[in-house]
């Protein structure tokens, strides 16, 4: 996460300074009456990225997603690459100068630097995910085949909002709208067309939409789960026909400045939006399966040191927030965050076992917390 945020800081900086000289020395004319040019808004998409990144990475770390790990690792990478295609780009450019050329080739090291780091560190780290899922779930393969469906889930549904986002600011300020029915006009004599005003409103709706799929999946709520699912469906034919639309002879003087980046997020969209659809129809069909409850145990507190036989790893416990709240005390000990364990109770009908008083007497001479008794702890001969 440090070297994380230096870099997301230093890049940030990096590419403010050259949308500056982009908008001082490099003059792109707009496609017709377009809102904007692309050597103002592919810099902005670049800082979207950078941003994107950093969101990824934070929870990646906060919820030990081994495959969001991986995920940002990948998309780091990418940005490094488009900084080397910016670069190329900039050098052939009219109007740029050293100053430009210095700033996107710091741009391009300090992100190629920061990959080989995450190369060595997403290794480790999704080995450590794992091995903590595989504490928390147990050796249930079923559980664990679901949960990893689920984290991949919700590591697609957070590339979708990044690109769906991308192409619909491309499309709002790129494409030529003269041939449209203009709605009204903005700075600089340039108006704003019904298709723009459109594409600005889904904007939103489509991160709302990605939020109602995040809402959906994680409290498995089958209704909102559907609706997002035929929206993602009816989605796909659009993409298509927007695919096709760009490469018509009549329209191509409209996307002179857009159309290879259009493709390559219309068909990069497709594809998660595919993916993503697939891996939501599998979760929902996981839904009342169990892996709900196993997502809510792990919002823990942390309590006294669980004896199983001697290891002092498994001896940290954790029962469920809202179990410990309702528990005044403190003396009731859970076995919601051991689900191996619960399994053994139940299928050999071990019975909890009440601390005697000699127990409590003991658990009293110890220090800090040791102090309490608790009722209910499982004996495993």
Known sequence: MFVMTLEVICALVLESLVLREHILRIQAPAAGNALSTPNVIYPILYMLAIVSLFSLCADAMFHRNQFQVVAFTFFNFLCAAYGIIQTISDWKAIGSGGPLKALNVAITVTMGVTTMFLVLAAYKLAAVFGWEMYRFLGADLKMQRMHKGYEILITLLKFDVFFFTAYAIQVFTLVDTTDKLII??????????????????????????????????????????????????????YFIYQLVYIYLPANQPRFVNSAKFLTFFIVVTMMLVFVTLFFMIYCFRNFGK??????????????????????????????????????????????????????????YHIPPHQNTASQESHEKGDSGDRGRSYNDKMEID
């Open 290 to 347: 169990g892996l709900l409850i196993s997502e809510k145990s792990r919002v823990v507190v942390q309590k006294r040191p669980f004896e199983i036989d001697g290891d002092p790893i498994e001896s940290e416990p954790s029962i469920p927030r809202e179990e410990a709240e309702n528990d005044e005390d403190g003396a009731k000990q859970h076995l919601m965050a051991y689900p191996a364990l619960q399994k053994i109770q139940h299928d």
């Open 184 to 237: 009204g006009s903005l700075g600089g004599g340039r108006t704003l067309a019904r298709q723009q005003l459109l594409i600005g409103l889904a904007m939103p709706g489509a991160v709302i939409l990605l939020g109602l799929a995040f809402f959906g999946v994680m409290r498995e709520n089958r209704v909102a789960t559907v609706f997002v699912m035929l929206c993602l469906a009816a989605s796909e034919p």
